[in-house]
T-cell receptor
């Protein structure tokens, strides 16, 4: 089956620093990637949708200048949390979808802790 | 616009008992519906999906769900619970049936934590 990986699986950083999270589709070409955020004991909330080679579409309330998304190739998307603060601590999950498919394949998630 | 409501944030059953996790949805376009399972500190695994074919959908690990348009429901069931079924379950809707701006975008319910007692 299709595999999506995320790196790193967990990261701890100081307030004010930037953190980059990678999402890779290992055995298929992902024309669309999605980034979700999940706070403890809550559901997944879609942050943004990115299509290869074009700018990401952000959901309402998500700061595009704070959460920079780059979908540089058909197998890689990155999420950069800029000037991270403790309230950005969360579980970030990406998913990938190939053209024409009606399902997404989820990565294992990245736990971000901002001190 | 689409939304999902999962009734019951916690469900507890005995091993061998019926599992029933409830999900109701609303969607302005014909929906695609999904059930995912999440184990602690892991990503989501797809259990099953409905994409406008048969209304009774069978998934992995013995789970199944029935799409009922008149009730706008997509409840998840399993005849006999196993200890390994203990996890959090998410129902999700996507406006995939008619494309448009909601195509591929998943909206998740609040999640239901399933506990299985010996």
């Amino acid at each position: 089956g299709a595999v999506v990986s995320q790196h790193p699986s967990w990261v701890i950083c100081k307030s004010g620093t930037s953190v980059k999270i990678e999402c890779r589709s290992l055995d298929f070409q992902a024309t669309t990637m999605f980034w979700y955020r999940q706070f403890p004991k809550q559901s997944l909330m879609l942050m943004a949708t990115s299509n290869e080679g074009s700018k990401a579409t952000y959901e309402q309330g998500v700061e595009k200048d704070k959460f920079l998304i780059n979908h540089a190739s058909l197998t890689l998307s990155t999420l950069t949390v800029t000037s991270a603060h403790p309230e950005d601590s969360s579980f970030y999950i990406c998913s990938a979808r190939a053209r024409g498919l009606d399902r997404q394949f989820f990565g294992p998630g990245t736990r971000l802790t901002v001190l | 616009a689409q939304s999902v409501t999962q009734l019951g944030s916690h469900v507890s059953v005995s091993e061998g008992a019926l599992v029933l996790l409830r999900c109701n949805y609303s969607s302005s376009v014909p929906p695609y519906l999904f059930w995912y399972v999440q184990y602690p500190n892991q990503g989501l695994q797809l259990l099953l999906k409905y994409t406008s074919a048969a209304t009774l959908v069978k998934g992995i690990n013995g789970f199944e769900a029935e799409f009922k348009k008149s009730e706008t429901s997509f409840h998840l069931t399993k005849p006999s619970a196993h200890m390994s079924d203990a996890a959090e379950y998410f129902c999700a809707v996507s406006g995939g049936g008619a494309g448009g701006t909601s195509y591929g975008k998943l909206t998740f319910g609040q999640g239901t934590i399933l506990t299985v007692h010996p």
